[in-house]
């Protein structure tokens, strides 16, 4: 599984970002997707998943902001980023389940991240 995240940059507060993951193999339509971001000192944290059923799951801080959704047929998997706010800036990485519904912080593939840079 080689996973290619996608669609970083550096924005101001209240603009938008859509990341792209781009997966290879078969696997990529069966398998629970999500994202994860990290800040240098931090520990990587949740932001968003997505089930090979569609039904989505996002961590508090970014309900109602973010929506993550998968194309099967293109093997690509999405973060739309509305309303960003400093506090997102970190390094993006998509993540694809190893047998479990959705990837987990010791369960997964990873990608290589991207970079989120958000200024007030």
């Known amino acids: 599984v080689q996973l290619q995240a996608s669609g970083g940059g550096r924005v101001q507060a209240g603009d938008s970002l859509r990341l792209s993951c781009a997966a290879s193999g078969r696997t990529f339509r069966t398998s629970g997707m999500g994202w994860y971001r990290q800040v240098p000192g931090k520990e990587r944290e949740f932001v968003a998943a997505?089930?090979?059923?569609?039904?989505?799951a996002y961590a508090d801080f970014v309900k109602g902001r973010f929506t993550i959704s998968r194309d099967n047929a293109k093997n690509t998997l999405y973060l739309q980023m509305n309303g960003l706010l400093p506090e997102d800036t970190a390094v993006y990485y998509c993540?694809?389940?190893?047998?479990?519904?959705?990837?987990?912080?010791?369960?997964?593939?990873w990608g290589q991240g991207t970079q989120v840079t958000v200024s007030s």
């Open positions: 997505i089930t090979w059923t569609g039904s989505a």
């Open positions: 993540a694809q389940a190893r047998g479990t519904p959705i990837p987990t912080q010791n369960n997964a593939y």
